[in-house]
């Protein structure tokens, strides 16, 4: 909240300072020193840090390798360890754009093109096919010191790679960056790069005119989105901080100029010191959220996840090969700065171990199995675990008990290959340990402590635009900058390689980073040494100027360090300076705040825990974001902010008396804390240390002092005058008012010194004294009232508070009270003794006498313990009364316990009763002991059912629950339901399908009736019901599944022996067993005889209907499953269509499956078929070989013959259909026979030779030619080596190449030799090819006819040579010639010319190379040309001509009228679409009159895509080398011509403008129309000309609106006076000019006025009224509105009250019917009644004709009632006159006798009407009853 970004030129010119990011140069890094301590040094890690600091801490960091027996486990489980990861970018870590908003950029840049250059920015700037982001662009070259230093040192490669990462880099690219750039951004950094010089330059002298002016001229109005301004607290105020919530303050508000939020310049971070100039941006406008950078939240991993990706890192980056350290490093840092390309890493960093678990061992974790119990204990308890290091004895943490991470708890880091550290230092300047536990090692880079600044100077330099959008860089810890940088700036380096088992220290404010070399776990922790505190004061003052909040209170870790006992002696040297430090600094603030008048103070409320730092957390400073330890300052207006003492004049307005000062210690208690710190030891040294703390304290307190009415006094003076009055107080009579001004006088010396002792133990006194008074008051008070009210429900006074009060002696004050107070204390003593009496008696107490004494302790007014007691025993005897009643009048069965009875009969002694209810109590007990005795009898023996039923049924409705009775009814229900769950099971039991459910039905039955406590006759019938049920379980078992026939005959034979065979389930056994048997004989026949397969097929169907497993129907099952087998195998040689196969088929596979089919055992037909297909196999393969056979013959014949004759080919053909037919013969057969691959290799070369041979006949494409030869390099190595085969390829070959020749879309061209070598191997070649022979020689003689014609051309003169002919040549050339000299230099110079043409076309926008089209645009510049000229000799008086000045057309078309200002022509449709035209045609104000008398030159768009006057200029110069004349080179030489014309008169309209400084711009304005005609009309521009015309246009239009801001009919206010001024800075106004010195002047002029206005609205009233009236006069005829400075003093001369003063924050109060206000002391009032009437509404008048409050208020309405005015301003004497005059009239009319009452009520009611105002606003504040949660009064 509340960063500031200040720009680049708030903080140095570009290019100054600036360094260079990359070094040629490898790293040479010393290393940091390596410690080996013995074992007895490693004993104590504080003392031996201490030991080695002097030598280490100039390094900055150091390593310590531990004693080789030093060897703590890991305490993790690796195989379930998980955690989350972060994604970091090395490659950004350096060489990335900051992270600024682009929309914010363009918003500051198109400002400055349109108040700076007078135009606005291109909608696009194109850069490689993309749109360039020009907020990139700026912030590189920045990066790299400006635009001179880039272009001097050749960064532009550099600034490429910033704009555009990962593309490729060129020369062109670069050069055509560095154009963008120094066309649309080099003027935009010059102008900040001025701007910052003219800053520093009057850096002083605007220092003093912000304190001369009170710096009104930056506040800036803040509204919300609404339009509304925002209210807070009830107030309104025109901006709000974003930082401190505070609206207050407005003249250090700074508004950010695009989201119009405001912070205060000291809420942001860093504070800045004054305004800047110039246009500011907040940190969330300036930043993109989207673009910012930081280490991206990425997976939850487990360790072996995480290893996988950190193996395949290295794999990546070095192979399987190990890398070198210089290796490693060189390659991270090439990284870094973004040479390499992106690299991302995850890295598992800053992991809480209290959450994840620590990599030591710790007691309250889970001891791994393979750890030894003595060594984890053993490393449990070592200093060294990084647990128990920063709680150890010496360490200044040992205070801290909040668990703070990776302070207080170490933090867990897993990291891969190039997973960074960046460069930080730690929290508060912490030492930091960190401990490698296991895998690659970690690179360390160290800066010393006391390089910290050079270090962050170098940082800035180096990086200026990543800490310009970030002033707080550093402590985000995601920056990198090589080493190598930092020592070529002479910033020492050094560098620690840490290996597992290493220890890394790293000393306060010692800047360090580095990275790792691969997968590894390190565990890091703070800690704190004596010799850390003083760096702990340079972080505590590093997070106050960032406003960082703080890990933890400095101030109060001194505080709680210093007041442990147990103090290590080399411990007190540093605390005590950093407390002298501290406490200086308090005493100074809280001395400055005395003076400056905050006298009201109050201590803290003290801690719970004083001793523990971090326990309760303190509130922070609004504006510095700082714990508020020590001191805080807060005011009533805002309760709940406070802040430190340094910003206590930002917290609010008020005056300072207002404001209340906290604070935890005095003086005296904090140099107690450092007197402490010297010794310990003898009492004189003790006594030497007080006398010289009572020294101290004296002198240093007696020089304070401050103005009080107008004489300087002394604290010391005030506090002894604060004493005797204090004195005189308490030997008075008790005052309450005088006691609380005493004790609130006091807050001013309470917070001081010893010397302050004394107020401070009378105020002890004062505030016990005032205590005890107000107690014995406030009891009297609450005793009268009591007895006054009868008793009402008011709080009584407790015995002991009144004991309390009556038992202090000496008594603290004289309080008349405590007397009477003694005497009703004497009152309830005796009540307590009568009470006490009543319960300590032995005899029977009636309840009407307990009722009576209760009744008499109620009315007592005192409250006594006593009562209660009293009360207790009277209510337990009421209660026992009704008990006993309600039990004998019980009607419902069992409702009374047994217990309750008995209670009621013990508590007759008990309570000593004599009542009639005993003796019926006690015949029913007699009932209730009968019935127990019965039931328990019956328990006792062996009960039977019957006798059961009987007593149940005796005892039926008895009113007392007797458990034995209950007991017993319970029996007999269980007994019933058994009986009845026997018989449900019983009736249904064979109709059950679920016999396994019934038999536990049964036996569970059976379970239950043994337990049952009645005896029952069903229980011996349960056994043989199970036997039953079993039996028809084992026959379900055989009809769900398949059994032999055994197990069913045996259940048949069970079921008979049961008696229940004629069940269902018994009957459907014996009739499976009858189709057994049959099945059986029925497999035994199909198995002796073959018959077909579909009977073996219904024997198993039928046998897997039965539950019965048949012996014979295995061998069933196998021959079907043989035979079903075979049949498979052989389908694919019975299929018709062997081409659906996927493979050949196996000739032996078959042979095979008719051998096989002979041994089945059953009849199939597939057997005779498989035979056939066998057969037709062999006749196909003998007519294969026969086909070959006469191929080889053929081919023989071939390879005889010396030249190939046109009768081979029919016999070609013919034995390729042969052989094509045998091979489809065999697709329908199949099989893998040996002859197919012969035939098809065969076929394949008589099919080549056939298309080779027939290529002799007709003239073949290229394409065909290639596709043969890549054909023949196909062909079996058997037919490759053949004679004829090789004369064949090397004719194809020949023919090629003549083609090649021949073929019109050849783009290499042969020339003329080759084409005669190509005709000389024709000859030698054995196949020929004649049509194309004839070809190559007609080409020939065509080719040098046109040798000749171009010859003829070029001998031609320069003037016979036309550009028709020229490209006639080129034409013929393309398709006759071949490649020549004269083929080059034709299309050379059809070149040259075309691109000139291009050229112009570029130039003036015409595309595609259309002559036509760029002559007519050639022309039309020309024409316009020649009107901007008409336009400039008009000027000097030339012959007029009524031309269109848009479109130079002639005046005889209808609608052409005149300008009313310029007198030019125009068309009323050409100037329709402009601007500042009017409806009217006679009232015609053409576009540019009205631009430039308006002022309004942002719309101009003067150079926009028009061609620049240099191109020109270049295109004449090249046209002289052309060879031909052609038509544009002459429009082109004309229109250069015009053009300088042009150029010159606009140059001296330019000058004459510039130069001009006079009030009366009306020749200015003539001249600078004409020009502004004369460039828009032109279609050319120059650049350098245009430039200086818009800074005319720009003058010009500034002083346009100066005079009519000074003219206008409405006055400016002084925001527009400032506005324009500014303005005129920015665009170098002559200080001569007189709009710019008449502006200043009324600057100066309105902001002294202003000064007067604020200081006298708040003067409460010391200015006269009459000088009030003459400044608001001044104020209203002032030629600037001042609204806001005239509404104060309008509000300031309103008077209240009968005073007739204005508002002074004195308390007032309103009347209730007409509003007015009054001051208490004006009116004599000292409280505020619930209603107040005013004397003026209150006359004396009868009640009947009183006007009410309704009444007034309808006259109000009604408007009958007069609303008197302020008097209006007189002069003193009139007034002085007037006051007379009115005097002596009231005297006069106090001596009539004779005038009546209500005649006198009447003129007083006039008097009070004519001096106050009506209907007032009135303005109410909150009075606050509690301030804030840290005020404590004592």
């Known amino acids: 909240m509340g960063k500031s970004r200040p720009r680049a030129a708030e903080k140095r010119v570009l290019g100054q300072g600036s360094i260079v990011l990359t070094s040629n140069s490898s790293l040479t890094i010393p290393p940091a020193p390596v410690y080996h301590p013995t074992e007895d040094e490693f004993k104590d890690p504080l003392g031996y840090i201490y030991k080695i600091r002097p030598e280490a801490e100039t390094y900055g960091i150091c390593k310590i390798v531990p004693p080789p027996n030093w060897k703590p486990p890991f305490a993790l489980d690796l195989d379930t360890f998980t955690f989350p990861t972060k994604t970091q970018a090395i490659h950004q870590l350096q060489a990335r754009p900051p992270a600024c908003n682009s929309k914010t950029f363009e918003l500051e840049y198109n400002r400055f093109l349109e108040e700076h250059c007078g135009k606005k920015a291109a909608k696009k700037v194109i850069f490689e096919g993309k749109e360039l982001d020009l907020c990139k662009l700026f912030n590189g070259v920045k990066r790299y010191g400006g635009y001179d230093n880039v272009e001097k040192e050749k960064k532009w490669g550099e600034v490429f790679r910033f704009v555009r990462s990962g593309g490729k880099i060129s020369n062109c690219s670069k050069y055509v960056l560095c154009q963008l750039y120094r066309e649309h951004l080099y003027d935009y950094e010059s102008y900040y790069s001025k701007l910052d010089r003219i800053k520093e330059k009057s850096c002083k002298r605007g220092l003093d005119n912000e304190k001369k002016s009170g710096q009104q001229s930056c506040k800036r109005s803040r509204v919300s989105e609404s339009g509304e301004k925002v209210k807070m607290e009830n107030e309104v105020y025109d901006q709000i901080c974003e930082q401190c919530r505070s609206g207050l303050h407005a003249e250090v508000m700074l508004l950010c100029d695009r989201c119009n939020k405001g912070w205060h310049i000291y809420c942001l971070s860093p504070p800045l010191k004054r305004i800047p100039p110039g246009n500011w941006y907040c940190s969330e406008c300036f930043n993109s959220e989207k673009d910012s950078f930081g280490f991206v939240p990425g997976k939850q991993l487990s360790l072996e996840a995480f290893r996988r990706v950190a193996d395949r890192a290295k794999k990546k980056w070095f192979g399987s090969t190990s890398a070198s350290r210089a290796q490693l490093e060189k390659k991270f840092w090439e990284i870094v700065e973004g040479s390499v390309g992106e690299v991302e890493v995850i890295y598992g960093s800053d992991l809480d171990t209290s959450v994840y678990g620590s990599g030591f061992p710790r007691v309250d974790d889970q001891r791994p199995s393979s750890i030894d119990v003595d060594r984890w204990n053993e490393y449990c308890a070592s200093p060294w675990n990084l647990n128990n290091l920063p709680k150890l004895q010496g360490s200044m943490l040992q205070a801290v008990h909040h668990n703070i991470a990776g302070v207080m708890v170490p933090w867990l880091y897993i990291g891969m290959l190039f997973s960074s550290f960046c460069w930080h230092f730690e929290d508060h300047c912490f030492y930091s340990m960190n401990y490698h536990h296991w895998g690659e090692p970690k690179c360390w880079y160290s800066i010393p402590g006391s390089e910290a600044s050079a270090f962050e100077k170098v940082m800035r330099n180096s990086l200026p635009d990543l800490f310009d959008a970030q002033p707080d860089l550093?402590?985000?810890?995601?920056?990198?900058?090589?080493?190598?940088?930092?020592?070529?700036?002479?910033?020492?380096?050094?560098?620690?390689?840490?290996?597992?088992?290493?220890?890394?220290?790293?000393?306060?404010?010692?800047?360090?980073?580095?990275?790792?070399?691969?997968?590894?776990?390190?565990?890091?922790?703070?800690?704190?040494?004596?010799?850390?505190?003083p760096y702990g004061g340079f972080g505590a003052e590093l997070y106050q100027h960032y406003r960082k909040p703080a890990v933890l209170s400095h101030e109060e870790l001194l505080c709680v360090v210093a007041k442990n006992d147990h103090l290590d002696s080399n411990a007190l040297p540093y605390l005590k300076d950093e407390l002298l430090r501290v406490y200086n600094k308090e005493k100074s603030w809280r001395e400055r705040l005395w003076k400056n008048g905050v006298i009201r103070s109050s201590p803290m409320a003290p801690r719970k825990q004083p001793n523990s730092v971090g326990v309760e957390e303190d509130a922070a400073c609004v504006i510095c974001q700082q714990f508020l330890y020590l001191s805080a300052v807060g005011c009533?207006?805002?309760?709940?902010?406070?802040?430190?003492?340094?910003?206590?004049?930002?917290?609010?307005?008020?005056?300072?008396?207002?404001?209340?000062?906290?604070?935890?210690?005095?003086?005296?208690?904090?140099?107690?804390?450092?007197?402490?710190?010297?010794?310990?030891?003898?009492?004189?040294?003790?006594?030497k240390r007080n006398k010289r703390k009572q020294l101290t304290c004296s002198s240093e307190l007696s020089s304070l002092s401050k103005k009080v009415k107008g004489s300087p006094v002394t604290i010391t003076l005030l506090a002894e005058e604060w004493l005797l009055r204090s004195c005189k107080i308490l030997q008075m009579p008790y005052s309450k008012d005088a006691y609380a001004i005493a004790l609130k006088e006091a807050e001013q010396f309470l917070w001081a010194g010893s010397e302050m002792d004394p107020v401070r133990e009378l105020g002890k006194n004062l505030a016990e004294a005032q205590n005890w008074a107000e107690g014995v008051r406030d009891c009297l008070s609450k005793i009268e009232?009591?007895?006054?009210?009868?008793?009402?429900?008011?709080?009584?006074?407790?015995?002991?508070?009144?004991?309390?009060?009556?038992?202090?002696?000496?008594?603290?004050?004289?309080?008349?009270?405590?007397?009477?107070?003694?005497?009703?204390?004497?009152e309830a003593r005796e009540l307590t003794q009568e009470i006490c009496s009543v319960l300590s008696t032995s005899s029977s107490v009636s309840v009407a006498d307990l009722e009576t004494l209760y009744s008499k302790s109620c009315d007592s007014a005192i409250y006594v313990k006593e009562s209660e007691e009293l009360l207790t025993k009277l209510s337990a005897v009421k209660l026992w009364l009704q008990t006993v009643r309600n039990c004998i009048s019980e009607k419902s069965p069992c409702a009374i316990e047994v217990d309750t009875v008995n209670n009621l009969k013990s508590k007759i002694v008990e309570l000593q009763l004599q009542v009639p209810e005993v003796p019926v109590l006690l015949d029913f007990v007699t009932r209730v002991e009968l019935c127990q005795s019965r039931c328990a009898e019956m328990l006792r023996g062996s009960i039977t059912l019957k006798n059961l039923e009987v007593l149940i049924q005796e005892y039926d409705g008895f009113t007392v629950n007797v458990p034995e009775l209950k007991l017993l009814r319970q029996y007999q229900r269980d007994a019933s339901d058994w009986i009845s769950c026997f018989n449900n099971i019983v009736n249904d039991v064979h109709e059950r399908e679920d016999p396994d459910s019934v038999i536990d039905e049964l036996r569970s039955l059976e379970r239950n009736g043994s337990l049952l406590k009645v005896q029952v006759d069903e229980l011996l019938l349960v056994d043989l019901e199970i036997k039953k049920a079993s039996c028809r379980v084992e026959a379900w078992k055989v009809l769900s599944s398949k059994m032999p026939l055994e197990p069913l005959q045996q259940v048949i034979a069970l079921a008979t022996e049961l008696h229940i065979e004629n069940e269902k389930v018994f009957k459907n056994i014996s009739d499976v067993l009858v189709q057994a048997v049959c099945l059986e004989e029925k497999a035994k026949h199909i198995l002796t005889c073959e018959v077909p397969m579909s009977d073996f097929e219904d024997v198993i169907r039928m046998s897997e209907d039965l539950c019965v497993l048949l012996p014979s129907i295995d061998?069933?099952?196998?021959?079907?499953?043989?035979?079903?087998?075979?049949?498979?195998?052989?389908?694919?040689?019975?299929?018709?269509?062997?081409?659906?196969?996927?493979?050949?088929?196996?000739?032996?596979?078959?042979?095979?499956?008719?051998?096989?089919?002979?041994?089945l055992k059953m009849y199939i037909e597939e057997r005779s078929l498989l035979e056939n297909v066998l057969k037709n196999h062999i006749q196909w393969e003998y007519k294969a070989y026969s086909a070959l056979n006469d191929a080889e013959l053929l081919l023989d014949i071939l390879d005889v013959g010396d030249d190939i004759s046109s009768n081979l080919v029919p016999k070609i053909a013919d034995q390729i259909t042969k052989m094509e037919s045998i091979m489809n013969a065999e697709l329908k057969l199949h099989f893998d026979s040996r002859a197919v691959p012969k035939l098809q290799e065969t076929c394949a070369i008589f099919r080549w030779c056939f298309k080779a041979l027939n290529f002799r006949a007709v003239v073949p494409t290229l394409e065909e030619v290639e596709r043969l030869l890549e054909d023949s390099e196909n062909h079996h190595v058997t037919y490759a080596s053949r004679p004829f085969r090789r004369s064949l390829v090397d004719g194809i070959n020949w023919l090629k190449q003549a083609v090649e020749i021949l073929c019109p879309c050849n783009v290499k061209r042969s020339d003329l030799i080759d084409v005669e070598e190509v005709l000389t191997k024709s000859k030698t070649s054995k196949v020929s090819f004649p049509l194309i022979v004839a070809q190559l020689h007609d080409a020939i003689k065509r080719h040098n006819a046109w040798v000749n014609e171009v010859k003829a051309f070029f001998n031609r003169s320069h003037g016979g040579r036309s550009w028709s002919l020229l490209l006639q040549l080129k034409d013929v050339g393309s398709t006759d010639a071949f490649s020549c000299d004269e083929m080059d230099l034709v299309k050379y110079e059809v070149q040259r010319v075309k691109e000139w043409k291009q050229r112009v076309g570029d130039i003036v926008g015409v595309k595609g190379g259309d002559d036509y089209l760029l002559i007519n645009a050639l022309s039309r510049i020309l024409n316009t040309l020649d009107g901007s000229l008409y336009a400039y000799n008009k000027?000097?008086?030339?012959?007029?001509?009524?031309?269109?000045?848009?479109c130079s057309n002639d005046s005889q078309h209808p609608e052409l009228s005149t300008c009313s200002v310029c007198t030019d022509w125009y068309h009323i449709e050409c100037i329709k679409p402009s601007l500042g035209c009017a409806s009217n045609s006679a009232d015609l104000i053409c576009p540019y009159c009205h631009i430039i008398e308006s002022g309004k030159i942002s719309r101009l768009k003067i150079d926009a895509k028009r061609p620049a006057l240099n191109l020109f200029l270049e295109l004449i110069s090249d046209a002289e080398k052309l060879c031909v004349e052609i038509e544009e080179i002459a429009i082109v030489h004309e229109v250069t011509e015009k053009a300088l014309k042009y150029k010159a008169c606009l140059i001296e309209v330019v000058d004459f403008s510039l130069a001009y400084l006079g009030q009366d711009t009306s020749e200015v304005i003539y001249k600078l129309s004409t020009a502004l005609k004369a460039a828009e009309v032109a279609e050319i521009y120059d650049r350098e000309t245009n430039c200086k015309f818009e800074v005319a246009l720009a003058r010009n239009s500034w002083r346009v609106r100066a005079s009519k801001l000074l003219n206008g009919s409405q006055k400016p206010s002084m925001q527009q006076i400032m506005r324009l001024l500014k303005e005129g800075v920015t665009i170098n106004i002559p200080l001569e000019d007189y709009y710019w010195h008449t502006l200043e002047t009324i600057k100066h002029t309105g902001l002294q006025w202003a000064m007067m206005a604020k200081k006298v609205s708040t003067d409460s009233g010391a200015l006269e009224l009459h000088k009030v009236f003459?400044?608001?006069?001044?104020?209203?005829?002032?030629?600037?509105?001042?609204?806001?400075?005239?509404?104060?003093?309008?509000?300031?001369?309103?008077?209240?009250?009968?005073?007739?003063?204005?508002?002074?924050?004195?308390?007032?109060?309103?009347?209730?019917?007409?509003?007015e206000w009054y001051h208490f002391d004006c009116i004599e009032l000292s409280s505020a009644p619930k209603t107040y009437i005013c004397p003026a509404c209150e006359v004396d008048t009868p009640d009947e004709?009183?006007?009410?409050?309704?009444?007034?208020?309808?006259?109000?309405?009604?408007?009958?009632?007069?609303?008197?005015?302020?008097?209006?301003?007189?002069?003193?004497?009139?007034?002085?006159?007037?006051?007379?005059?009115?005097?002596?009239?009231?005297?006069?009319?106090?001596?009539?006798?004779?005038?009546?009452?209500?005649?006198?009520?009447?003129?007083?009611?006039?008097?009070?009407?004519?001096?106050?105002?009506?209907?007032?606003?009135?303005?109410?504040?909150?009075?606050?009853?509690?301030?804030?949660?840290?005020?404590?009064?004592?």
């Open 474 to 533: 550093l402590f985000q810890l995601v920056t990198m900058l090589n080493p190598s940088v930092l020592q070529e700036n002479n910033v020492p380096v050094y560098s620690v390689l840490q290996e597992p088992g290493n220890i890394v220290i790293t000393f306060p404010r010692s800047y360090h980073g580095g990275f790792n070399f691969g997968l590894n776990c390190a565990e890091a922790v703070n800690f704190a040494p004596a010799d850390w505190l």
């Open 636 to 687: 009533t207006c805002r309760p709940s902010a406070f802040v430190c003492l340094e910003h206590w004049e930002n917290l609010c307005e008020c005056k300072p008396r207002k404001r209340r000062f906290l604070y935890r210690h005095t003086l005296a208690e904090l140099n107690d804390l450092i007197m402490m710190m010297e010794t310990h030891s003898s009492d004189d040294m003790i006594e």
């Open 1670 to 1715: 003459e400044l608001i006069e001044e104020g209203e005829n002032f030629p600037v509105h001042f609204d806001k400075e005239l509404k104060l003093l309008r509000e300031r001369s309103m008077l209240y009250c009968i005073c007739r003063k204005p508002y002074d924050q004195r308390a007032m109060i309103a009347c209730d019917i007409c509003d």
């Open 1115 to 1159: 061998d069933v099952k196998k021959a079907l499953s043989v035979t079903k087998s075979w049949l498979i195998k052989s389908k694919p040689y019975l299929v018709s269509d062997h081409s659906v196969a996927n493979s050949s088929l196996k000739v032996d596979e078959l042979k095979e499956l008719v051998s096989e089919s002979k041994s």
């Open 785 to 826: 009232s009591w007895a006054s009210h009868n008793n009402c429900e008011m709080e009584r006074v407790k015995m002991e508070d009144v004991i309390t009060l009556l038992n202090v002696s000496p008594v603290p004050c004289n309080e008349p009270g405590h007397l009477k107070l003694k005497d009703y204390e004497e």
């Open 1435 to 1446: 000027l000097d008086g030339c012959e007029e001509r009524h031309l269109c000045m848009f």
């Open 1745 to 1834: 004709h009183k006007c009410t409050s309704s009444s007034i208020q309808h006259q109000r309405l009604n408007g009958e009632c007069e609303e008197p005015q302020t008097p209006s301003p007189r002069p003193v004497e009139l007034r002085r006159e007037l006051e007379k005059s009115s005097s002596n009239t009231a005297r006069k009319i106090a001596e009539i006798d004779d005038i009546s009452t209500r005649r006198q009520s009447g003129i007083e009611r006039l008097l009070w009407r004519n001096r106050k105002p009506f209907r007032r606003a009135a303005k109410k504040r909150v009075e606050l009853e509690v301030f804030s949660p840290f005020f404590h009064v004592h």
